[in-house]
């Protein structure tokens, strides 16, 4: 196409002028504290090798490479100097790091290159929208391309002399300081792009829609992709479409039948996100429910997951989601001592529900080929009051899958009218309190004496025209005994599982690995993810996993099989 020729040939002579280079750091210099004592970083999750990182950005494969971008700090562990780190890896596990694929040289990003996506035009050719901070804290959108396509690692981008593409004015009245992150742009039928930057006017949350024939000229359309009122800042939006027929993911141009549409936005320290319908000739986004739209309906995780970024796995026909999981640390000191921050969840396929009105999630497949020494349980009975501990393996790095029945709900407690809010029913109905069927599930990360453990667990209600709601509860208050609340949030989450438990299994998959354990319900229909400090990981052999039920019912045990996992190579 005439607009991947210009692009590049434009870039070139830019380089040929200028130079391809970046300034020194003018914010912070290294202040890590060096210390023996890191039993919190990860075994298998991503994280830089040091200092802070925060939302991922433009995952994509080229190549056959896998490449992954990430908001990062290379001076230290606290927010601040973001540039974009670079990863590549062949397999989504194992990760290779490489320079920065952007760094801050610009008056346009001088005080930051912020968050964005990736695209791949004609030819597979990639791209990078992303959003830049110039001298007056404006953000505007910008370009950066490959230097050098040959290359499978792509270990050199250059900004283009365009930049920036969209900048906030007196035309557009757009407000300077909340106008970022650009999503994946995709190709209309028209045989124009489209992509939607993150917006916010008076407190509406807002998919602002910009349209170019050459992927440089911007136009802002005149209505927004999506947008709610009294919703707040819309960061991180992403938009993208599914199929109603398959678990196939599908490239982020498709349209037409079998084809809905996904549009999430990160607010308020969750994602949301809604299905609807795209209508290519008008440019609106309509969600097939408004009581599910953004803010009001399902999320990604409703736990610690944040700035997620999907992308389209043409070698495996998988839409994939990553997702930032920050520290769970009041003190934000402790990073600096620790000499890093933040992690990113494990890769997840998601594909849309038979029901066609929620999303289901997955740790991607590749992350199997880790387990190692599988303990396998037969059926058995979990009597009231029951713990039983799961042996052979290794506590503090394992994957667990199971499966609960329970033969009668005679005991379900009554699901009282003025819970709406299923985080606050976990924190008041916790694991430590008796229940009638359930509490019931899994004490992670745990001591012998099982005075500190994280709870991940069922509980089952009686509604009001005699149905059944599954609560998901993943309960932190007792994840350290020795670290102060004032320093660690101690957060308990919680999610309604849509599953009806007298015709199906209640099925849980935890991930555990160090300091962060990830949860899937319902075989993906809820996810929860927590960040946690045991202080009993600091002893060798001090870690124990145990099954537990607190209900006054026996439940079944109809499945579970555990693994402990080995170590990944990360950066």
């Excluded at 003018?26 to 075994?43: F, K, L, M």
Aim: proline share 6%; with cysteine; charged share 15%.
């Amino acid at each position: 196409m005439e607009y991947v020729s210009s692009v590049w040939l434009g870039v070139l002579v830019f380089i040929s002028i200028h130079g391809y280079g970046n300034i020194g750091p003018c914010e912070a210099s290294s202040r890590v504290i060096q210390t023996p004592d890191q039993i919190y970083r990860t075994g298998y999750h991503f994280q830089p090798a040091k200092y802070w990182m925060n939302d991922p950005n433009g995952p994509m494969i080229y190549m056959g490479i896998y490449h992954f971008f990430y908001q990062y700090n290379p001076y230290d562990a606290q927010a601040g100097n973001i540039v974009w780190g670079h990863s590549t890896s062949t397999d989504l596990v194992n990760w290779t790091p490489q320079p920065p694929a952007l760094l801050r040289s610009e008056p346009y990003d001088f005080k930051g290159c912020f968050s964005g996506s990736t695209t791949l035009l004609s030819g597979g050719k990639p791209a990078i929208l992303y959003t830049g901070v110039d001298f007056s804290d404006n953000q505007v959108q910008n370009l950066a391309v490959p230097k050098y396509l040959a290359d499978p690692y792509l270990t050199e981008w250059v900004k283009s002399p365009y930049n920036p593409l969209i900048a906030p004015n007196s035309v557009n009245k757009i407000d300077g300081q909340n106008f970022r992150d650009p999503t994946t742009a995709w190709l209309n039928p028209d045989g124009n792009w489209r992509m939607v930057v993150g917006n916010q006017q008076n407190g509406n949350g807002i998919g602002l829609l910009y349209r170019s024939k050459n992927f440089i000229d911007w136009i802002q359309a005149e209505n927004p992709l999506h947008f709610m009122n009294n919703s707040g800042m819309w960061e991180c939006p992403d938009f993208f479409p599914v199929s109603t027929i398959s678990q196939n993911g599908l490239e982020t141009s498709t349209m037409g039948p079998n084809v809905k549409h996904v549009f999430k936005a990160s607010k308020a320290s969750t994602d949301f996100y809604t299905v609807g319908t795209y209508n290519p000739n008008k440019d609106i986004f309509i969600p097939d429910n408004k009581s599910l739209d953004i803010g009001l309906g399902f999320r990604y995780d409703y736990g610690k997951f944040y700035a997620s970024k999907s992308f389209f796995d043409s070698a495996t026909s998988r839409k994939i989601l990553f997702g930032w999981v920050n520290e769970s640390v009041n003190n934000l000191e402790i990073n600096s001592i620790r000499g890093w921050a933040g992690l990113q969840g494990i890769p997840r396929r998601i594909w849309l529900h038979k029901f066609g009105n929620q999303l289901l999630q997955w740790p991607i497949v590749e992350i199997e080929k880790l387990r190692m020494n599988p303990v396998i349980e037969d059926t058995s009975v979990l009597m009231p009051g029951s713990v039983r501990e799961i042996s052979g393996v290794n506590a503090t790095q394992a994957d667990i899958e199971m499966s609960f029945s329970a033969k009668t709900l005679e005991k379900a407690e009554k699901w009282e009218a003025n819970w709406t809010n299923p985080q606050q029913v976990c924190s008041i109905k916790s694991a430590s309190v008796k229940g009638g069927v359930g509490p019931f599930g899994l004490l992670v990360l745990a001591s012998k004496d099982m005075q500190e453990y994280t709870a991940i667990f069922f509980r089952i209600f009686r509604g009001d025209n005699n149905n059944f709601i599954v609560l998901m509860c993943s309960d932190q208050t007792r994840s350290s005994l020795h670290l102060p609340s004032s320093d660690y949030d101690k957060t308990t989450y919680g999610a309604l599982l849509n599953v009806d438990p007298l015709q199906e299994k209640l099925s849980l998959r935890t991930l555990i690995d160090h300091s962060i354990v990830e949860s899937f319900g319902g075989e993906g229909k809820a996810c929860i993810t927590a960040r946690v400090y045991p202080t009993n990981l600091a002893m060798d052999g001090a870690t124990h996993l145990y099954v537990f039920n607190n209900g006054s019912q026996s439940v079944d045990i109809s499945k579970l099989t555990a693994w402990s996992m080995k170590t990944a190579q990360i950066n």
